[in-house]
């Protein structure tokens, strides 16, 4: 059984502090990973994917992969009231099978 | 000009009804999915159907029957409802050959009292 974990959390970081997101995967085969934000009672919306080893950044995001070690993170900086959310991370099957963590709660507080 | 629209936002009903959510996007897309997401949020694909062909179908009870019109469209009807049917569903859609960016639907809750 594939499977994508990551930490529950509640995650509370102050407002302006990097929020640093963890999600790990049991398939090493696994070549594209997501993450999604939920707000409460919304439907997830794609933030990032990355498909190779090394960094990816877009604004205030930045998506982190090493394959090696089955990791992806996402780092948000100067971290918002607006950014508390959970974060899904999804690594695909195969053909479009999106396998998801559990997700992380994310709380930034003023 | 909503993207990925459902229908309705909120069900709820009784054990052993059977019900419907409807499922439309005008994105263009080839590809669409239905996914559950329990009470603590973990979400999971059940079905998916790529131009009216299903394509993923996983492990489901049988109650559960998706039917894809067109590729526009995507019903789920669900027989014999169960308590533990009680989830939010959502539809996703996406373009097969373009990677597997999915945009998600509003999301159906459903209560089975």
């Known amino acids: 059984q594939k499977e994508v974990e990551q930490n529950s959390g509640p995650l509370s970081v102050p407002e302006g502090a990097i929020a640093s997101l963890n999600c790990t995967y049991s398939d090493r085969g696994s070549q594209s990973f997501f993450w999604y934000r939920q707000y409460s009672g919304k439907s997830p919306e794609l933030i990032m994917f990355i498909y190779s080893n090394g960094d990816k950044e877009d604004g205030r995001f930045t998506a982190q992969l090493n394959k090696a070690s089955q990791y992806v993170s996402l780092l948000i900086r100067d971290s918002q009231p607006s950014d508390s959310a959970t974060y899904l991370c999804?690594?695909?099957?195969?053909?479009?099978?999106?396998?998801f963590g559990q997700g992380t709660e994310l709380s930034v507080k003023p | 000009d909503t993207a990925v629209s459902q229908t309705p936002k909120y069900l709820v009903t009784q054990m052993g009804n059977d019900k419907s959510i409807k499922c439309e996007q005008n994105l263009g897309h080839d590809t669409m999915y239905w996914y559950k997401q329990d009470s603590k949020k973990f979400l999971k694909i059940m079905f998916s159907?790529?131009?009216?062909?299903?394509?993923i179908n996983e492990t489901v009870p049988n109650r559960f029957s998706p039917k894809s019109p067109d590729k526009a469209h995507l019903n789920l009807h669900i027989n014999s409802l169960e308590l533990g049917d009680s989830a939010v569903y959502f539809c996703a859609s996406s373009h097969r050959s373009l990677g597997t960016e999915q945009f998600f639907g509003p999301g159906t809750r459903l209560t089975v009292l």
């Open positions: 159907y790529n131009n009216k062909e299903l394509i």
């Open positions: 999804a690594v695909d099957d195969q053909g479009g099978k999106l396998i």
